[in-house]
């Protein structure tokens, strides 16, 4: 059994509690959150124990994996910390905000010779990992171009997602997911155009991305944070090939609180054949995510998924999109 705690005990720290509380090999003892009503309740739900400090949660447990579940510009104190207490560490999406911040934390990692996973889900997300399976059997043929959107409304549970300097605006926190999800499928990118929309606290909140990859493949990136209001949460995904197209599509309700409830189709149109409705797995992904991570440690096997050094890959990316959006240039990585 693998002792963890979680930092955050917010609308990501929840999803996560409940998510270990399906996996054998893991057992939350406690959960950390400045906000003393939120915590001792997600702490009472869970039956575990509640600490105001995330630093009293580390010296007075006895940990084997930290959760940080925290605001996006708290992971670095917080993973760094983790990692002087000896412990495997999950940090939350996104890893962090400048790519300084992020080699600090993968130095921090390799030096404690522990495991450090980003949570980026997409890249455990069944009908995503479908579509990687696709592209790596050559299933689609030589594929001409793929398109992807994530559109949300603004988070209505906390205020430091409206600063850029704590979250990053749409771009860090919600269009990460699909610019490395396209790093997951086709690897180092060549050069990068976007457009966008910046809100009055200086937050990209509406951007398309075009990438080009090193290999040839073209990608545009659709991340909308603040759709109007009912609007309800969305990814799509389309990948046209030559001999076949691989079609997904999600709407849920006003945020991803409702995976269970959502529409989701995924759909292989190939050349000759019927449209083949796909039949997959809904398993809750970030369940997924997590059973694999604490899987992995469990077996002493190493984590090869979503690593910090991807992240700190898809940071350049991310970062050249920004640039590109503020020059309105061509940037090259
Ligand atoms: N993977 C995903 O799909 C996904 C979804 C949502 C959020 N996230 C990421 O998870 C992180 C948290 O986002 P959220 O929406 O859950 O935020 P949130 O505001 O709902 O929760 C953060 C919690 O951290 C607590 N906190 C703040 N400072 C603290 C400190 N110093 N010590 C202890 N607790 C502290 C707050 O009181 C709050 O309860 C962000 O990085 C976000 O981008 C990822």
Redesign the pocket.
């Known amino acids: 059994m693998l002792r963890i705690g979680i930092?955050?005990?917010?609308?990501?720290?929840a999803q996560h509690a409940a998510a270990y509380a399906q996996i054998k090999d893991a057992h939350l003892v406690a959960i950390?959150?400045?906000?003393i009503e939120?915590g001792k309740k997600l702490a009472k739900e869970n039956n575990c124990t509640f600490y105001e400090?995330?630093e009293d949660m580390l010296s007075k447990e006895k940990l084997d994996i930290v959760d940080v579940?925290?605001?996006?510009f708290?992971?670095e104190k917080y993973v760094l910390l983790a990692f002087k207490h000896n412990v495997h560490v999950l940090c939350?999406?996104?890893f962090t905000l400048t790519y300084e911040s992020a080699e600090k934390m993968v130095e921090a990692a390799e030096k404690a010779g522990k495991t450090l996973m980003v949570?980026q889900?997409i890249r455990f997300w069944p009908e995503y990992v479908r579509a990687k399976e696709f592209v790596d059997a050559g299933e689609l043929g030589t594929i001409k171009m793929v398109t992807m959107s994530r559109l949300a409304q603004h988070?209505n549970?906390?205020t430091?997602h409206r600063d850029p300097k704590k979250s990053g605006g749409g771009l860090f926190?919600l269009h990460i997911h699909d610019v490395d999800y396209m790093c997951h499928l086709f690897g180092d990118v060549d050069q990068v155009y976007a457009i966008g929309e910046k809100d009055r606290n200086g937050c990209w909140n509406h951007v398309l991305s075009t990438i080009t990859f090193k290999n040839g493949q073209r990608a545009a990136v659709e991340g909308a944070f603040e759709m109007t209001e009912n609007y309800p949460f969305t990814m799509t995904m389309r990948l046209v090939g030559h001999d076949a197209s691989y079609e997904y599509n999600f709407i849920a309700g006003f945020n991803?609180e409702n995976v269970g409830g959502a529409v989701r189709s995924a759909v292989l149109f190939k050349n000759g054949a019927e449209p083949e409705v796909q039949k997959i797995d809904e398993t809750d992904a970030y369940l997924l995510e997590l059973r694999y991570f604490v899987e992995q440690i469990a077996k002493g096997e190493p984590v090869t998924q979503a690593l910090p050094r991807h992240s700190l890959y898809v940071m350049k990316v991310m970062l050249a999109i920004q640039e590109s959006l503020e020059t309105k240039q061509v940037v090259k990585i």
Do not use: Q
Not at 7 to 13: L, P
Not at 32 to 35: P, S
């Open positions: 930092m955050g005990a917010g609308f990501i720290g950390a959150d400045l906000n939120a400090k995330a579940c925290l605001p996006t708290l992971h939350e999406k996104p949570g889900v988070p549970w906390s430091w926190d991803l």
